[in-house]
């Protein structure tokens, strides 16, 4: 496997969250909990998006009569765009 050597930045949480990775045995050193962890999230991911797209294939294999109506098209943004007014209020 190729190795590819990185210069980078951690906040405090991160780094001591990586080096308690090591001082529990979990890894090598800090460089092997950074990667074992990156590939860990990569494959949560991937499993995720493998488990979306198996959801949506079945819902379309269902026949019309079982799906359920959505309403308008302005329907589906709704929410997206109280939950964005709201957080413009916040900031």
């Not at 991160?14 to 979990?26: D, N, P, Q, T, W």
């Not at 074992?36 to 995720?48: C, D, V």
């Amino acid at each position: 496997m190729a190795v590819q050597k990185q210069s980078v930045s951690f906040t405090d949480a991160a780094y001591e969250f990586a080096k308690e990775l090591v001082e529990r045995g979990e890894y090598p050193n800090v460089s092997a909990a950074v990667s074992g962890e990156l590939s860990r999230a990569k494959a949560q991911r991937e499993r995720a998006q493998s488990l979306l797209e198996a959801e949506v294939q079945r819902r379309l294999c269902l026949p019309l009569d079982q799906w359920e109506p959505v309403g308008g098209v302005s329907d589906l943004s709704d929410g997206a765009r109280a939950y964005l007014q709201a957080r413009s209020m916040k900031a």
